[in-house]
């Protein structure tokens, strides 16, 4: 193999040269301290610091498999943190989420590799002249540009992981406000079933009293009235009973609701309320839409000066060549050097920074929007889990206790005769029904108790979607260069 006048190396160890020098320009560019998102707490983890299930509850025990964990949650009456941990364990939502997040991780991962070198290979005739090239060719710009890449790739990571959790504290609440208004509406069917064999009591009385010529036909038309109303409340009881189980099997991620066992009855009221603390100040804290609008708007920011830069270069490849040109009774060897960089004549990165200014005044934005948000969701809700504790408290302390009287009382001068059978059967659904809007007040408070919890320590039901901060590869694509 001949050399090329000036005695210098041969072809074989410029390209040798040329990988060691990228090789070097890479691992300058690899960062050197931890990445943005390296500090960030694992998602579950994220999960069990703003109220959600513990780490532990994510997975089934060592010694049994996830089927016998739901067999076993499913062997008796389901109470709301058991039917939280079967939601962890059954939901296929929940595990779409975790394998996006996944997903997020193998891409920053893929991110992390050096750029594969091109080689090209080609072979020409002419006549008896025959050309052999060899093209070796190195993207360093995105080894240089390796570190701010990365960087945005931890971004999207950590936005992924507030999302993810935001998703499994918004499950969470779900599943226990699904919980409580299933177990709610079937006792309200049952209470409401009472009621209805009073009243059928009644207009059977009153058919006797009819026939005995002691009654007339409007007092039975009236009881028969009371009678037609109650069985339609009982036939609405029984489908709202019928669709908030479905709507908690869903959830659950149970194929069908036989085996699903519930409470007769809701848990009681807490004997008093805590006092108010500064809620709005807690939400602004510890909320993570919140923190997730903060982190973006950071993050774009942090963006601004890459774009900057490549809105002038975009691209930078280094190319080594050696080709050799054979001839009968020749042999001839030619070496090629080459940097491809693109000229900046009509495109200078102008519309990659407005953009990039404008998602930074719409990430500022959305950071002043959030806060308001969390600020009225926090009022709003203290408000309405103190009114609704107020509410059943009153129904449990006062109304009830008077209706057990009345009912005691109507029955003693029942047996005395001073009071008729009507009266006593009015009395009885009179008390019945009180019963059911105790039922309603209770279920209400344990609904406000969900909401509160959610809006001052997780995130909003209706959080903004955060779709992440523009980084290197939508601010300032690669361009590629023109062949040579």
């Known amino acids: 193999m001949s050399q090329t006048?000036?005695?210098?190396?041969?072809?074989?160890?410029?390209?040798?040269?040329?990988?060691?020098?990228?090789?070097?320009?890479?691992?300058?560019?690899?960062?050197?301290?931890?990445?943005?998102?390296?500090?960030?707490?694992?998602?579950?983890?994220?999960?069990?610091?703003?109220?959600?299930?513990?780490?532990?509850?994510?997975?089934?025990?060592?010694?049994?498999?996830?089927?016998?964990?739901?067999?076993?949650?499913?062997?008796q009456p389901l109470d709301a943190d058991a039917a939280q941990r079967l939601a962890l364990l059954n939901n296929p939502a929940l595990e779409a989420a975790l394998a996006a997040l996944d997903v997020s991780n193998a891409q920053r991962q893929q991110m992390a590799l050096w750029p594969n070198p091109t080689l090209g290979l080609g072979r020409v005739v002419e006549g008896q002249q025959v050309e052999i090239e060899r093209l070796l060719r190195i993207d360093l710009w995105s080894l240089i540009t390796l570190p701010w890449r990365?960087?945005?790739?931890?971004?999207?990571?950590?936005?992924?992981?507030?999302?993810?959790?935001?998703?499994?504290?918004?499950l969470s609440a779900d599943v226990r406000r699904a919980w409580v208004r299933a177990v709610a509406a079937q006792q309200t069917a049952d209470y409401l079933a009472q009621v209805q064999e009073a009243a059928e009591a009644a207009v059977e009385l009153g058919h006797?009293?009819?026939?005995?010529?002691?009654?007339?036909?409007?007092?039975?038309?009236?009881e028969q009235a009371v009678l037609a109303d109650i069985r339609a409340q009982q036939q609405r009881s029984r489908l709202q009973a019928q669709a908030s189980r479905e709507q908690?099997?869903?959830?659950?991620?149970?194929?069908?609701?036989?085996?699903?066992?519930?409470?007769?009855?809701?848990?009681?009221?807490p004997e008093a309320l805590q006092a108010a603390p500064d809620y709005e100040a807690q939400a602004l804290r510890e909320r993570l839409d919140v923190r997730a609008a903060q982190d973006e708007y950071r993050h774009v920011a942090a963006s601004m000066g890459f774009t900057r830069v490549t809105g002038y270069v975009s691209a930078f490849e280094l190319g080594a060549g050696y080709n050799t040109v054979t001839t009968p009774g020749n042999r001839d060897s030619k070496r090629s050097f080459e940097i491809a960089v693109p000229l900046p004549l009509f495109d200078q990165g102008q519309a990659r920074q407005a953009r990039a200014e404008a998602q930074l005044r719409l990430s500022q934005a959305r950071v002043r929007e959030v806060a308001v948000l969390a600020r009225s969701e926090a009022r709003t809700r203290w408000?309405?889990?103190?009114?609704?504790?107020?509410?059943?408290?009153?129904?449990?302390?006062?109304?009830?206790?008077?209706?057990?009287?009345?009912?005691?009382?109507t029955l003693l001068r029942y047996n005395g005769m001073l009071l008729s059978v009507w009266d006593l059967?009015?009395?009885?659904?009179?008390?019945?029904?009180?019963?059911?809007?105790?039922?309603?007040?209770?279920?209400?408070?344990?609904?406000?108790?969900?909401?509160?919890?959610?809006?001052?320590?997780?995130?909003?039901?209706?959080?903004?979607?955060?779709?992440?901060?523009?980084?290197?590869?939508?601010?300032?694509?690669?361009?590629?260069?023109?062949?040579?």
């Open 5 to 75: 006048p000036g005695g210098c190396r041969r072809p074989v160890s410029l390209l040798a040269s040329c990988l060691l020098a990228a090789g070097l320009l890479g691992a300058c560019a690899s960062p050197g301290g931890p990445a943005d998102g390296a500090d960030t707490p694992d998602m579950r983890t994220l999960v069990q610091q703003h109220g959600g299930p513990e780490a532990s509850q994510w997975q089934a025990p060592a010694d049994e498999s996830v089927g016998d964990a739901r067999q076993r949650l499913l062997s």
């Open 150 to 170: 990365l960087q945005w790739q931890d971004r999207q990571l950590a936005l992924g992981r507030l999302q993810t959790a935001q998703e499994v504290l918004r």
């Open 208 to 222: 006797a009293m009819v026939r005995a010529g002691n009654w007339s036909r409007l007092q039975q038309a009236r």
């Open 248 to 269: 908690l099997i869903r959830l659950l991620g149970l194929e069908s609701g036989e085996s699903l066992q519930l409470p007769t009855h809701l848990p009681a009221l």
């Open 383 to 409: 408000q309405g889990w103190q009114s609704a504790w107020a509410l059943a408290r009153h129904y449990e302390t006062e109304v009830l206790p008077l209706r057990r009287q009345l009912s005691d009382e």
């Open 425 to 484: 059967l009015s009395e009885t659904r009179s008390t019945l029904l009180s019963v059911n809007a105790a039922i309603e007040a209770r279920r209400d408070f344990w609904l406000a108790d969900t909401d509160l919890r959610l809006a001052l320590n997780g995130t909003s039901p209706g959080a903004l979607t955060v779709t992440g901060p523009q980084g290197p590869n939508s601010a300032a694509p690669a361009a590629t260069p023109q062949g040579h």
